[in-house]
């Protein structure tokens, strides 16, 4: 009951107040969902550019899904360098992209019509897939209800208080999944992300500009003058 009330109202706000600001994402065509999860491996401790640029690099040498899996370590870990981390990387694609393998090319079909607590879980089982990138899969990959939870969702959430103090993000894939109306997941995390990278910065954020400073608990924290 609890969550229900609080989604009503501040949630609510800061959602329609975010939507006001940046407008109302639209949802672009589903994209095939082993992609995102390659593209979501990808993306871990890096920046959209440089995940970009592994994900071309690996498509444009390889060409199927299959012959990633299939190729030699060495071979998509020197594809996928401009990501970073890719030692690491590239097993846990090929790895991944092995699980995913039915009989026929690797597909997450299995797992599309399974109770969501369940796909999550069979997703969170994959090698180096947790919470945000089995919840990025689920809601961009194969529409289903999850709130991907990034480090500028979590910083945003977090100065605004919308979750506890301190509260890891991992936990607070399950606190604004909660506490958000589910229709609200896919326009709100972009939002909230599109917010995080030119207003709610984690280095000199600017709180001056921001027009939800006055719900802010950062910001008022930060306007305090010191004690002398």
């Given at each position: 009951?609890?969550?229900?009330?609080?989604?009503s109202?501040?949630?609510?706000?800061v959602y329609?107040?975010l939507?006001?600001?940046y407008?109302?994402p639209?949802?672009?065509?589903?994209q095939?969902?082993?992609?995102?999860?390659?593209?979501?491996?990808?993306?871990?401790?890096?920046?959209?550019?440089?995940?970009?640029?592994?994900f071309?690099?690996?498509?444009?040498?390889?060409?199927?899904w299959?012959?990633?899996?299939?190729?030699p370590?060495?071979?998509?870990?020197?594809?996928?360098?401009?990501?970073?981390?890719?030692?690491?990387?590239?097993?846990?694609?090929?790895?991944?992209l092995?699980a995913?393998?039915?009989?026929?090319?690797?597909?997450?079909?299995?797992?599309?019509?399974?109770?969501?607590?369940?796909?999550?879980?069979?997703?969170?089982?994959?090698?180096?897939?947790?919470?945000?990138?089995?919840?990025?899969?689920?809601?961009?990959?194969l529409?289903?209800?999850a709130?991907?939870?990034?480090?500028?969702?979590?910083?945003?959430?977090?100065?605004?208080?919308?979750?506890?103090?301190g509260?890891?993000?991992?936990?607070?894939?399950?606190?604004?999944?909660?506490?958000v109306?589910?229709?609200?997941?896919?326009?709100?995390?972009?939002?909230?992300?599109?917010?995080?990278?030119?207003v709610?910065?984690a280095?000199?954020?600017?709180?001056?500009?921001c027009?939800?400073?006055?719900?802010?608990?950062?910001?008022?924290?930060?306007?305090?003058?010191?004690?002398?």
């Amino acid at each position: 009951m609890m969550n229900q009330q609080v989604a009503s109202s501040r949630y609510d706000v800061v959602y329609q107040e975010l939507s006001g600001l940046y407008g109302e994402p639209s949802r672009h065509p589903q994209q095939p969902p082993v992609e995102v999860l390659v593209s979501a491996i990808l993306s871990q401790n890096t920046n959209d550019a440089n995940r970009d640029a592994a994900f071309d690099r690996l498509r444009s040498r390889f060409g199927t899904w299959e012959a990633v899996r299939d190729a030699p370590t060495a071979e998509v870990v020197e594809a996928i360098r401009p990501a970073g981390l890719a030692n690491q990387k590239g097993p846990r694609i090929q790895n991944a992209l092995r699980a995913l393998d039915h009989g026929g090319s690797p597909s997450l079909d299995l797992i599309a019509s399974m109770p969501l607590e369940q796909a999550r879980e069979w997703l969170m089982a994959l090698p180096g897939v947790g919470p945000k990138t089995a919840a990025i899969v689920l809601l961009f990959g194969l529409g289903r209800p999850a709130f991907p939870v990034d480090t500028h969702v979590h910083r945003v959430t977090r100065r605004l208080g919308l979750i506890p103090k301190g509260t890891s993000a991992e936990k607070a894939h399950v606190v604004l999944e909660q506490a958000v109306r589910p229709e609200h997941y896919y326009a709100f995390h972009l939002n909230l992300i599109r917010h995080g990278r030119r207003v709610c910065r984690a280095r000199r954020p600017l709180c001056h500009e921001c027009q939800l400073r006055s719900r802010c608990d950062f910001c008022r924290q930060a306007a305090r003058p010191e004690a002398g």
